[in-house]
């Protein structure tokens, strides 16, 4: 049975979710930490936005895009604008992630301070979904004036915005996880892309021998866990046994490559990309929305180059847009033009050039505009988005997802640790975290 969080429960909750910020202990918006740590300084809550106009439907808002990110999103505005005089969208910027999960939370208990529509992660939608506070788009995405193509968003993002039946939001800012590489190293030692967990193994045993460095690493440790898990057939979640014979296989295949020196954690470095353009790597697995550190770490030190996640099955991330219930009927028809045009092929690869994100559409990363762009994310998109899945949207997963990270960072930092006895210790409260 779903359970509903009272206001200090979920309070807490995001508290306990953020705090955490930038430490492989949360995994919550993981592939988007460092961009929000980047952005704070040249942020503020105040944008320059014009007030509503006689005869215009105002709609607003919420998000957390800052920096470049909130430029491209005032770009994308401007041009829906241009295109429906008639409807203002007034973005207020919550801050951070963490900011704006916190005052989602808090304006709950009154929801007629709630916006429009927001930017949100699934899971904190949760509890707004069980108080029947979030509009069903169902009919206005299959009917009339719908969203005619919306089998063209990627069926692993569908997934994560579909709940019990119904369309409960549209992709906004998504992205995956690949394979950063040292190009220059793969082709000295004419090493072969690894395409699953076995070959990966097997490459970064070789760099390791070779060039007596680590080879490869996992920016999120909880993303590692799941997803190895999930190319089990065995999804993250209530019904997940930590104990199992694949999860403990998990947590050895990493412990064990730590042990012989080809495999590594972030810890105190928080990222890989540092270490990776530092050359104290030969690559990392982490989110394609990363490029742009890794292309202003490594300058011109060597060549990097970037593959699909080494896998069939690969994790989908970032945000969507959902509707508030408490909305008129004329403003909710107005936030369904503006989110359906949000979710459109031209906007999802204006904002993918502009920010790195991955478009949620499969015509938008296999289009010319895209794949002939600078970015070496681009031409890999297409495979990679293929491979995407969604974690089960229950209560308490975020927990879990948080405290799988925090086991595995304490297992894989002692390499005489028993995988068994830690994970059957940790069973209790990865259990306790669905109550």
């Not at 309070?11 to 918006?29: D, K, Q």
Request: negative net charge; hydrophobic residues 35%.
């Amino acid at each position: 049975m779903k359970k509903k969080l009272s206001l200090l429960a979920a309070l807490v909750l995001s508290l306990g979710v953020f705090s955490a910020c930038g430490s492989t202990s949360n995994e919550a918006p993981k592939e988007e930490t460092k961009v929000e740590e980047s952005k704070k300084a040249e942020d503020s809550k105040e944008e320059k936005t014009e007030p509503a106009k006689e005869g215009q439907t105002e709609i607003k808002f919420w998000h957390a895009m800052g920096g470049g990110q909130g430029e491209a999103l005032e770009a994308i505005v401007a041009d829906f604008e241009k295109e429906n005089p008639d409807i203002k969208v007034t973005l207020q910027h919550q801050g951070g992630y963490g900011d704006l999960n916190q005052i989602l939370v808090a304006t709950m208990q009154s929801p007629k301070d709630l916006p429009t529509i927001t930017q949100a992660y699934p899971d904190w939608m949760l509890q707004f979904s069980d108080a029947g506070m979030v509009a069903d788009l169902t009919d206005r995405v299959k009917g009339e004036g719908g969203i005619e193509d919306y089998d063209d968003i990627f069926e692993g993002v569908r997934n994560e915005i579909e709940q019990d039946g119904k369309i409960i939001g549209l992709p906004f800012n998504k992205s995956t996880e690949v394979l950063w590489y040292n190009k220059d190293i793969f082709d000295e030692l004419k090493l072969e892309n690894p395409t699953n967990f076995e070959e990966l193994k097997e490459v970064a045993k070789k760099i390791k021998e070779e060039k007596g460095i680590p080879a490869f690493g996992w920016d999120s440790l909880s993303n590692f866990y799941v997803t190895y898990l999930k190319n089990k057939g065995i999804d993250f979640g209530p019904d997940l046994d930590v104990t199992s014979p694949e999860s403990i296989e998990a947590v050895n295949y990493y412990l064990d490559g730590i042990k012989e020196g080809y495999f590594r954690i972030a810890g105190t470095d928080q990222y890989l990309s540092g270490p990776f353009a530092n050359e104290q790597l030969a690559g990392y697995i982490g989110s394609n929305a990363g490029e742009v550190y890794v292309k202003e770490g490594v300058e011109d030190k060597f060549t990097y180059d970037v593959m699909p996640y080494p896998s069939d099955k690969a994790v989908q991330q970032g945000t969507n847009v959902y509707m508030f219930e408490g909305a008129s009927d004329e403003e909710k028809d107005a936030a369904f033009k503006f989110i359906k045009y949000l979710a459109s092929k031209e906007a999802q690869i204006k904002f993918g050039l502009a920010t790195g994100y991955m478009p949620a559409r499969k015509s938008a990363v296999e289009s010319d505009e895209y794949k002939n762009s600078e970015s070496k994310i681009a031409p890999i998109l297409a495979p990679a988005s293929e491979k995407l899945f969604s974690r089960p949207l229950v209560p308490g997963s975020q927990q879990a997802y948080n405290d799988i990270a925090t086991k595995l960072e304490e297992i894989l930092s002692n390499p005489d640790a028993d995988v068994k006895a830690e994970m059957e210790a940790f069973k209790g409260q990865f259990e306790a975290d669905f109550q």
